[in-house]
Structure formats: structure tokens, C-alpha cells
């Protein structure tokens, strides 16, 4: 059983009513995704606003995770566009191509990799597996990028990484080797490893999907810190009552497809298809 319960409904969607109304950070248009003769993503369109926390849950094979990683441009996208108010603002078009808008002449190749190289700074991901270097020590998973991609002196590099890994409970393991950490101590360090690139949004794929109950907490709370800084995050998750208690909106995927986006409370109490009933149903059931 879950041992998280939703904050009460009107505070939530105060929450949700405030966040939508701020800048958008990130706008899927009508997205789409194929792999061969299989449609993976079907004309996704949303919004993702400054602070807000974007949930998305659905059945397995439902398109999630490819979502997550065509906003991350891991996976290139099919139809559609992806744009990006950063700095500079930029869109993705079908087949991993960029565009810089506030450029008068067509970018150079140098001009794209250092928007491409911007862009997955400022949307990063964060993974169900962790993906961190086992024999490395924490500090060394945490300095990695900062030093290499955005040129930063070791020095700071690591006063930074101390100085988050002490906010989110780890200073203590700065200089322990990854494969001596619990799994819910890696997945922090693989939280602090995107938060070290400065991003302007989070997105966090099940990371609490191969974590025991006690571990899933610890995380969990993780989350909860960031949402009290403001961190604007997209998160897939199968806990029903802890996203209805952090998101602003909640994304239902179903066979490549958005079948409701709506607050937390409207998707609970008026699911907009007997598919999202069931299983809404189903989550509540087993948490």
C-alpha cells in the first residue's frame, strides 16, 4: 500500500490554475513517432508551463517513456514539432532537425550542435535504471558533465555537487563507489546528476519502478524538494496518489495517444473513457 495520500483537491488545483497560467517552457505539436510499420506516438500536443509538474500514467507499451525520450531528443520525432522557449528558443522538427527561430539566416552546423548541445542541458532526463558509472564514486558521476560538456574547472564543479548532494541527503557519499550505494541512493544520484546541469526542465522516467517500498519514499521526497524549489519536471510514474498529490495535470497515455489531460482531481472523478477508468480503478486498487 502507498503510504502517500493526495493534498487536499482545492489546494491542487489552485496549484494547477497558477502554473498553467505561467510562460510555457516546452510545446508538443501534434507529435508522432513510427519504428518501421508500428505508429509508436500519435499526434501528441501539449503544453508544458514554467513550475509545473506534468504526470503521465497509462498501460504498459502505451508510448511513455518513447515520449519522454523524443522531448529529449533521443528519439527523433516522426511528424509534428517540438519547441523550446529557452536560450536561445528553438524548434524540432520530424527527423531530429532543429530550428533556431530568432536566427535571420539558416544556422551553420556549429550554430545547431551547440543549440542541440543547450537544449538536452536544459531538458534533462533522468532514467529508470540509473545509467551511472558503478565504479566511479558519486563525485565522479556528479562532475563528469559539468567538466566536459559545459567546461566547468573541477574545483567548482565539485563545491556544487557538494552542495546539492547536501540539500538532498548525500554529502555523506560523495566519495563512495556507485555500486556501494542502495538503489534508492542511486536514483538520487542520478537526480543530482541533472540537477548539475542547471535544467530548466526535468524528465523522470519510473524511477521508482525497480525500488522497494522504503527506497520508493526516499525518492519520492526527493521529488517533493524539487517541486518546493520550483523545478518544472514531466514524470511517468504507476503511483496514482503520490502524483495526484504533486502534479498540476495528469497525462493518460493509451496506445500512442493522449486520451485525457486534466487536473488530478477531474481525471479521478470524470475519466473521460471507460479505458481511463479502468484503470485509474486498477492503480487505486493496488496502492
Known amino acids: 500500500m502507498s503510504n502517500y495520500s493526495p493534498e487536499p483537491d482545492n489546494k491542487n488545483e489552485t496549484h494547477s490554475r497558477r502554473s498553467i497560467d505561467s510562460p510555457a517552457l516546452l510545446t508538443a505539436s501534434e507529435i508522432s513517432r ?6 509508436l506516438l500519435h499526434n501528441i500536443s501539449f503544453q508544458l508551463h514554467q513550475g509545473e509538474i506534468l504526470g503521465i500514467i497509462g498501460p504498459s507499451g502505451s508510448g511513455k517513456t518513447t515520449l519522454l525520450r ?22 524540432i522538427s520530424p527527423h531530429g532537425k532543429l530550428e533556431i527561430p530568432s536566427e535571420k539566416h539558416l544556422p ?89 546541469m542547471d535544467p530548466k526542465v526535468l524528465l523522470l522516467d519510473e524511477i521508482t519502478s525497480a525500488l522497494d517500498p522504503v527506497l520508493t519514499a526516499e525518492v519520492l521526497q526527493t521529488i517533493r524538494q524539487l ?20 502534479c498540476n ?27 481511463v477508468e479502468q484503470f485509474i480503478a486498477v492503480l487505486r486498487s493496488v496502492q
Request: charged share 15%; proline share 5%; net charge positive.
Open 34 to 39: 513510427t519504428s518501421g510499420t508500428q505508429l
Open 70 to 91: 523524443c522531448l529529449n531528443m533521443l528519439d527523433p520525432i516522426s511528424q509534428g514539432s517540438i519547441s523550446f522557449y529557452g536560450d536561445p528558443p528553438l524548434t
Open 108 to 196: 551553420d552546423a556549429r550554430a545547431l550542435d551547440r543549440a542541440l548541445s543547450n537544449y538536452r542541458q536544459h531538458v534533462g532526463m533522468v532514467f529508470q535504471h540509473f545509467n551511472l558509472w558503478g565504479t566511479d564514486t558519486v563525485l565522479q558521476n556528479l562532475t563528469l558533465a559539468p567538466i566536459v560538456v559545459r567546461g566547468e574547472t573541477r574545483q567548482r564543479a565539485a563545491h556544487r555537487a557538494q552542495e546539492v548532494c547536501g540539500q538532498l541527503g548525500l554529502e555523506d557519499k560523495l566519495h563512495v563507489p556507485v555500486w556501494k550505494l542502495s538503489g534508492g541512493e542511486r536514483q538520487r544520484v542520478a537526480i543530482i546528476r541533472a540537477l548539475m
Open 227 to 246: 517541486q518546493l524549489r520550483g523545478m518544472t519536471m514531466i514524470l511517468v510514474t504507476h503511483h496514482l496518489e503520490f502524483a495526484a498529490s504533486i
Open 249 to 275: 495535470r495528469i497525462m493518460f497515455l493509451s496506445g500512442g495517444s493522449i486520451l485525457q489531460i486534466d487536473t488530478p482531481n477531474t481525471l479521478r472523478t470524470s475519466p473521460a473513457s471507460p479505458a
